[in-house]
């Protein structure tokens, strides 16, 4: 079975600041990869998935940009975070050949 | 707009009783449907998921679909307070990419 990484866990940064989360995946080959924002109180909006190494594709336009850089790699990065970037940040994994998305533990960032 | 709608809550049930959790979707031609959970801090956690018309058993749990009425629900028999979470629906619209609603906060009162 699969395991998502991600990290950190916790991140507080300062407005203005880049920002570069982390997730990685064992156990499959050539996942989905899906990066997910949940605000506080809110649903899950999907800002980027992946189906393939450097394969990328935008679903909300935003200061957010995603790389795939290895199969089982999936970075978020931003050169300058807003306020409005607060959120909880899930990566999920879709298996190849299924329809499930399981997620990985989240990164909580705070922007002050 | 690809949507899928859920009562907020919460929803209040005491313990032993069964709870039932509901989730319309806009899009008709959606095939696949899933239910998560997830705790106050954590991330989701796939409960159930369901293609078909009708119902899916599993354990406490069934889900139930009705694409013509663009219905999905799910039913947490014996409700124990460690079932307290808040329940995401969530809907593949195409392409492998889900839309969540909003969630549904469950409260199991002992």
């Known amino acids: 079975s699969q395991t998502i990484h991600q990290w950190p866990a916790t991140l507080v940064q300062p407005v203005g600041s880049p920002l570069s989360l982390e997730c990685t995946v064992e156990g499959t080959s050539n996942p989905n990869l899906y990066w997910y924002r949940q605000a506080a109180g809110r649903g899950l909006q999907l800002l980027f998935y992946?189906?393939?190494?450097?394969?990328i594709s935008s679903e909300v336009p935003q200061n957010l940009s995603a790389s795939r850089p290895q199969d089982r790699q999936f970075i978020l990065s931003s050169k300058k975070l807003l306020l409005s970037d607060s959120g909880f940040y899930l990566c999920?994994?879709?298996?190849?050949?299924?329809?499930?998305?399981?997620f990985g533990p989240g990164t909580r960032l705070l922007v002050l | 707009q690809k949507e899928v709608e859920q009562n907020s809550g919460p929803l209040s049930v005491p313990e032993g009783a069964i709870a039932s959790l509901n989730c319309t979707y806009s899009?008709?031609?959606?095939?696949?449907f899933f239910w998560y959970r997830q705790y106050s801090g954590k991330s989701p956690e796939l409960i159930m998921f369901i293609y078909s018309n009708g119902d899916k058993e599993d354990g406490r749990f069934t889900a139930q679909l009705n694409k013509a009425s663009q219905y999905v629900s799910l039913l947490i028999r014996d409700s124990q307070p460690s079932d307290s979470a808040t329940y995401l629906c969530?809907?593949?619209?195409?392409?492998?990419?889900?839309?969540f609603g909003a969630g549904t906060i469950l409260r199991v009162k002992s």
């Open positions: 999920a994994a879709l298996a190849g050949g299924g329809e499930t998305q399981y």
């Open positions: 969530a809907v593949n619209m195409g392409g492998n990419k889900l839309v």
């Open positions: 992946s189906v393939g190494i450097g394969q």
């Open positions: 899009d008709r031609g959606s095939q696949s």
